[in-house]
């Protein structure tokens, strides 16, 4: 299979399209270390940076530093920003840290978990009331996705549609040969899927979809890991599911490889001890979706470099 590069950025260092947001320091003085920590693009609907104040509070407090946030404008500019000294740390994709490690960039400081399962979902939807029965009824068809360098909303979702026998072409970066292809972000996928008459389905991550879809539909895998499962089906449109993933390993916080400073160990301390009443305040107006972190390391990723390699893409120089 000829392999096609993608995770590529033509953005020059200081153009990343970075959104300021300073949390300020909350404990520890004007002479405390400052980390940059940027996180990746949100869905359209989440302020992102509110989501994290609770943990941005918690290191500060327990590491004494103050944490300036920025957002970057895609997946990529998040490698970039580490791999420029921009930023310390990150939120990041499985891909961006796979291609950080094979740059000699970045190290996985810890993998994000939600109320004790360190694995997630990826889910293909359709409108309950068309005529979309499996994945092979999509050729010809107009489907949503994620970013093009999504775990859950855009790689996993073009190899289940692989695997069914549909030609990706160059997707996630090009055209797809057996059917169109849209790249936004989950919630935008979702909501184009059920707006917009040329979309017939949508790839996302579960959290995006999960609460459309039957309970009755859902795989033993999905219920086992899944801890949005009793809320399955309790909004409307439903949505039926054409399918689920296999589990694919929770998202990770990235370090830069050749950040030295004194605080790295603090925060990574007080990272990996964080409880959940330490990041989750359930009277916020944007709750963060993890509930803590556990240790972790790029070989963790191994199944989502199978998805890379099973779709011919080749991790380019960011």
Known sequence: MERRTFLTSTAAVGTLGLTAGCIGN?????????????????????????QYEPLFTHLEEEAGVTIESNVAKDYAAVLQALDSGQADIADAAPAVAIEGDNQG????????????????????TTLADNDIESLEDLEGETI????????????????MLSQAGLDVGDAPQGDPADFKGQWSD????????????PVMAAGTGAFSTITHVP?????????????????????DPQLDLLQASDPIPRAPILVRRDWEADARDGVREALLNAEESDLVDENAEEEL?????????????????????????ELGQV
């Open 26 to 50: 909350l404990s520890g003085g004007g002479n405390s270390e400052t980390v940059n920590f940027i996180l990746s693009p949100a869905e359209s609907d989440v302020d992102v940076q509110q």
């Open 105 to 124: 960039s970045t190290d996985v400081m810890g993998i994000r978990v939600a109320y004790g399962a360190a694995k997630y979902f990826s889910f293909i």
């Open 144 to 159: 949503a996705f994620a970013d093009s360098l999504s775990t859950s909303g855009s790689l996993f979702p073009l190899y």
């Open 186 to 197: 989950h919630s935008t996928a979702r909501e184009t899927l059920v707006n917009r008459d």
């Open 215 to 235: 309970k009755s539909q859902l795989p033993d895998r999905v219920k086992k890991y899944n801890p949005s499962v009793e809320d399955a089906g309790s909004e």
């Open 289 to 313: 979706w993890f509930t803590g972190v556990n240790e972790g390391s790029v070989s963790d990723y191994e199944p989502v470099q199978k998805v890379i390699d099973e779709l011919g893409l």
